[in-house]
C-alpha cells in the first residue's frame, strides 16, 4: 500500500472526483459512511456521543457522521465550530441536511465550550490539511478537550497534527485514543513520538480511485499480507535440503549464549536446510544440546569470538550476544573488509562498527542491518525526531547500498533504492529481551534459502511481527518471550499461505 502526502492524497482526491466521476459532496458521504460504519461495530450505543464539526470538509464528514448515527439511535449531541464565517460549501451542505432532523449546536466562542458535553469524543475538526499549528480559539479549544474526555476517535487525522512534517512540543494537538484515517496511513501517523495523538490507528478504505492511485510515485509502503504473499516461496516438491541453503550464525560469548541459541531456532524455524552455529568453545555443549538440527564450529577462545572460518556458501548472521572484546572487534573487522556476500548485522556487531565507523564502507553490498533506534543513531548520529532519523536512515541505506531495518512499532526496511516500508504486524509485548536475536535467525534464514536481501527484509520483517501477534492472541502482550515468537513463526508462515 502506498504511503502518500497530503499534496498526492490531494490530487487522488481530485483524481477519483473527475474520472469516476464523483462529486465531491458524495466522496464526503462515502469517507462519513465508512467510518459510520466502523463507529457502529465498535462502539456500543450506550455513551452519549460529542461530535466536533470544524468549518472545512473534515467537518462535513463529522456532521454526516453523527446524522448516520443518530439514525441509528445513538445518543448525539452535533456541535459546528464557527470561530469564523469560513465554512466550506460542502460542510454547508452537510448542516442543512442535518438540521432537516436534528439539532446542530454552533460554538462561537471559548465562552461556549461548556455546552459540548458527552462521553465519547468524535473530533472532526481538521483533517490532513493543516499546515499550520492551531492558535488563538482552536488552540483553547484542543487544550478544552483533551481535558475534558479520556476518550477521543479522530477522523482521519488528530486535528493539529502535521503529516508531512514534524508538530513543535507547543503546538495543540487532539490526543486521541482512535483515529481513522483514509485510504492509507499517514507518515507521520507511524511515528513514536505521535502515538500519543495517534492511539490506535485504522485505515478505512473508501473507494478512491486505483487508476488515479498507480499514476502517483511514492518511496514508502505500508507492508501488508498480500505483499509478502507475493514474495514467500513455494517449495518444490523434488528438492532436499542443500536446496534451501547453509547459514552460519555467529554470535553469543560469555553470559550470552541464549542469543545465539534464539537465532538458531528462529533460522531453523524459517525453513533454512542446514545451519551453523559459530560459538565460544565454552558454549558447544548446551548448544549440542539445545539445537540437534545443527552444526557447531567452536572458536578456539573459551569465552568470546576470536577468529572465524568462512565458506563461501555459508550465508552470515553476525552479532546477537556477540559482545565486544577486543579479540572480537578483530575478528568482525576482518571478516568485513574480506567477506563480499551480503549479511545480516546486528546487536553487537552494529555496536562495534559504530566505534569502528571506517568499517562501514566494507560492508558488503546488500547486507541488512537490523538495529533499533538506540543503536542506529549510534551509526548514524543524534537525531532529534524521527523525521530526521527518517531520512538519515533513508540516506545511509542510498549511500552504503545497504538495507537498514529500523526496529520498532511499524518497523522500517530501508532499501539501497530509497524506498521505505513501514510494516504492519507486531505489539508492544515484542518488546522483550532476544527479540531481536529472532529475527536476525528469520532473515538469515531467508537470505540463506536466495531470497533477495529486500525480499527476505520485507518478508522476514513481517513474520516476526505476525509471530509475535499470533502469540500475543493465543496468550497476551505482557507474557511474550523470545521463545513464545519463535513459537509463532511456523503459524506466520501458515498465515501468509493461506
Known amino acids: 500500500m502506498k504511503i502518500l502526502t497530503i499534496p ?7 483524481f477519483t472526483i473527475e474520472n469516476e466521476p464523483i462529486s465531491s459532496f458524495n466522496l464526503m458521504e462515502r469517507a462519513a459512511f465508512n467510518c459510520y460504519r466502523w463507529i457502529y461495530k465498535h462502539v456500543p450505543n450506550k455513551k452519549t456521543i460529542a461530535v466536533l464539526c470544524g468549518p472545512g470538509n ?30 466550506s460549501e460542502d460542510n454547508k451542505k452537510q448542516a442543512e441536511l442535518f438540521k432537516r432532523k436534528h439539532p446542530l449546536q454552533i460554538i462561537h466562542s471559548e465562552e461556549d465550550f461548556p455546552k459540548i458535553q458527552g462521553e465519547l469524543l468524535i473530533d472532526a475538526l481538521f483533517g490532513t490539511g493543516i499546515s499550520r499549528p492551531l492558535a488563538g480559539n482552536w488552540g483553547k479549544l484542543i487544550i478544552f478537550l483533551n481535558e475534558s474526555f479520556s476518550k477521543c476517535i479522530s477522523i482521519d487525522s488528530p486535528s493539529g497534527l502535521f503529516l508531512d512534517k514534524d508538530n513543535s512540543k507547543t503546538d495543540s494537538i487532539i490526543q486521541a485514543t482512535r483515529t481513522l484515517t483514509f485510504h492509507s496511513p499517514k507518515k507521520a501517523m507511524l511515528f513514536p513520538e ?4 495517534v492511539g490506535e490507528l485504522y485505515t478505512l478504505d473508501i473507494g478512491l480511485s486505483k487508476q488515479g492511485l498507480k499514476k502517483l510515485d ?14 514467500l516461496k513455494k517449495r518444490k516438491k523434488h528438492s532436499h535440503k542443500g536446496d534451501y541453503g547453509h547459514a552460519l550464525i555467529i554470535a553469543g560469548s560469555k553470559g550470552m549464549i541464549g542469543a545465539s541459541i534464539l537465532s538458531a531456532k528462529a533460522c531453523l524455524q524459517s525453513g533454512v536446510g542446514l545451519l551453523t552455529i559459530h560459538c565460544p568453545s565454552e558454549a558447544s555443549g548446551i548448544i549440542h544440546s539445545s539445537i540437534p538440527e545443527a552444526m557447531i564450529q567452536v572458536d578456539e577462545n573459551e569465552n568470546c569470538i576470536s577468529a572465524i572460518d568462512i565458506n563461501e556458501k555459508h550465508q552470515i548472521g ?11 572487534q578483530k575478528a ?25 565507523p571506517e568499517l562501514i564502507q566494507h560492508i558488503p553490498a546488500g547486507s541488512i542491518l537490523t538495529p533499533h533506534t538506540k543503536e542506529a543513531q549510534r551509526m548514524l548520529g543524534k537525531c532529534k525526531n524521527s523525521w530526521e532519523l527518517y531520512k538519515q536512515t533513508r540516506k545511509f541505506a542510498i549511500d552504503y547500498r545497504l538495507v537498514f531495518i529500523l526496529k520498532g512499532a511499524y518497523t522500517q526496511i530501508h532499501c539501497p533504492d530509497g524506498t521505505c516500508y513501514f510494516n504492519s504486524t507486531g505489539n508492544p509485548g515484542m518488546a522483550t529481551a532476544g527479540s531481536g536475536d529472532v529475527l536476525t535467525g528469520i532473515l538469515t534464514s531467508l537470505l540463506a534459502q536466495g531470497y533477495t536481501s529486500e525480499e527476505a527484509s520485507k518478508l522476514g520483517v513481517f513474520i516476526h511481527g505476525k509471530a509475535g501477534d499470533i502469540m500475543a492472541d493465543k496468550l497476551c502482550e505482557e ?13 506466520a508462515f501458515k498465515h501468509i499461505r493461506k
Open 318 to 328: 553476525i552479532g546477537p550476544g556477540l559482545g565486544k572484546d577486543d579479540l572480537t
Open 479 to 491: 507474557s511474550l518471550t523470545a521463545s513464545t515468537i519463535i513459537a509463532g513463526i511456523p503459524l
Open 8 to 14: 498526492e492524497t490531494q490530487e487522488l482526491d481530485r
Open 194 to 197: 505521535n502515538e500519543i495523538y
Open 218 to 231: 511514492s518511496n514508502d509502503f505500508y507492508l501488508e499480507k498480500h505483499d509478502v504473499s507475493k514474495i
Open 332 to 356: 568482525l573487522s576482518t571478516l568485513i573488509k574480506t567477506h563480499n556476500k551480503a549479511m545480516v548485522i546486528d546487536a553487537d556487531a552494529l555496536n562495534i562498527i559504530s566505534e569502528h
Open 58 to 87: 473534515n467537518g462535513g464528514d463529522g456532521i454526516a457522521i453523527a446524522r448516520s448515527l443518530l439514525d441509528k439511535g445513538y445518543a448525539i449531541n452535533c456541535y459546528l465550530i464557527q470561530f469564523s464565517s469560513n465554512v
